[in-house]
């Protein structure tokens, strides 16, 4: 009776064990269980338009359509191309301090049959339906500080930002602000911060991190961090740094993780991509291909590589994943804009590609 009492208490002992919190979990992948997959090129569309003061923010996929922002000096036009015909309407937002008017974009996120556009300079998330009409608008706090990237949920906006805090959850209903700022201070240099993917079902936000070391971290949606996956061999890509000059504002180097995007299994992860490390803005030919991640175990599960021909110099932007195809956004400032556009006088391109997933 002893031994089944003693066998009874270890047996509870180790079920509590279980269910006790084991930390952070670290999942370091070094290659794909299932190789590297090539997937064919189904369809390009021109987009020589869109705004590339955020080129990662910049357009969205939607039920088949792609929105993407252009900027002019008195107003905002978003493009709305159906992907597989190519034919187009416009939507056009006012510069002004209006309502329903833009000052400067960080980008635009489609929810919900909803367009989500966030001014930073008017420090709010201005609402759209599809057609273009103003429907609301969403301030924003200093409690989130600067965000260069968002996500749209049911329940929450998502930003991540640079300088003060890495990542931010506002709740849409009651206002609520959860904030998690950066480890060290920011002192110039490299740039930090990364780019959002959440899952809609779940509201587990991903974080990827621009520069190095590559890493992405998986929180729940009260921003309790789960897990941190990396992924080895991407050590020789600088990280992108910030500068000031008497021109513009801008990064030079390479974005690690320059967007991310998920179908509610498997996390979509763009391939380093951006400027040499020279602050000349020569970019970079680019070794074009996607990381997928298990979203729940954060182990790398395959690569998939597009079939390209050519060498594009520039970067690549994962904007969606729909219906098993993959959407990548791509800006090319070489030599392979006159083989996309072989009839065109254009010295560079942007251009949507669509790949199977598979």
């Known amino acids: 009776m002893k031994k089944i009492g003693t066998c009874l208490y270890l047996v509870l002992l180790s079920l509590m064990w279980g269910c006790a919190p084991q930390g952070e979990v670290i999942q370091k992948n070094e290659r794909p269980m299932e190789g590297v ?39 905002y036009i978003i493009h709305v191309k159906e992907i597989d015909t190519g034919k187009e309407e416009n939507i056009t937002l006012n510069r002004g301090k209006g309502p329903g008017e833009v000052m400067h974009n960080l980008g635009i996120r489609i929810h919900d049959s909803r367009i989500y556009f966030c001014d930073l ?94 890493r992405i971290e998986k929180y729940d949606k009260r921003l309790e961090k789960i897990m941190t996956f990396t992924r080895k061999g991407l050590e020789k890509y600088p990280s992108p740094e910030y500068f000031r000059n008497e021109v513009t504002d801008g990064t030079v180097g390479c974005y690690l993780i320059s967007s991310m995007r998920n179908d509610g299994r498997f996390l979509y992860v763009a391939n380093p991509n951006g400027q040499d490390f020279d602050k000349e803005w020569r970019y970079r030919v680019m070794d074009y291909y996607f990381d997928v991640y298990d979203m729940k175990t954060g182990t790398y599960v395959r690569q998939i590589r597009p079939s390209m021909p050519q060498e594009i110099q520039g970067d690549n932007v994962l904007v969606d994943i729909e219906e098993g195809k993959l959407f990548s956004l791509v800006a090319d400032y070489g030599t392979a804009t006159k083989a996309l556009w072989p009839d065109s006088e254009k010295r560079s391109s942007r251009t949507l590609f669509v790949f199977d997933t598979e």
């Open 37 to 75: 997959s090539t997937v064919a090129f189904r369809r390009m569309l021109d987009t020589t338009e869109v705004a590339t003061n955020n080129l990662f923010y910049s357009a969205a996929v939607f039920q088949g359509r792609l929105y993407y922002l252009e900027r002019r000096p008195d107003r």
């Open 121 to 214: 300079l008017m420090r709010r998330v201005n609402i759209y339906d599809l057609q273009g009409a103003y429907l609301d608008e969403f301030a924003l706090t200093d409690e989130i500080g600067n965000p260069w990237s968002f996500e749209v949920t049911d329940e929450a906006f998502y930003f991540a930002g640079t300088i003060r805090f890495k990542l931010s959850r506002v709740d849409r209903e009651t206002g609520e602000v959860i904030s998690l700022p950066f480890e060290k201070r920011y002192e110039g240099g490299v740039l930090p911060g990364g780019t959002l993917s959440v899952d809609q079902a779940t509201g587990d936000v991903f974080l990827g991190y621009y520069g190095q070391p590559y």
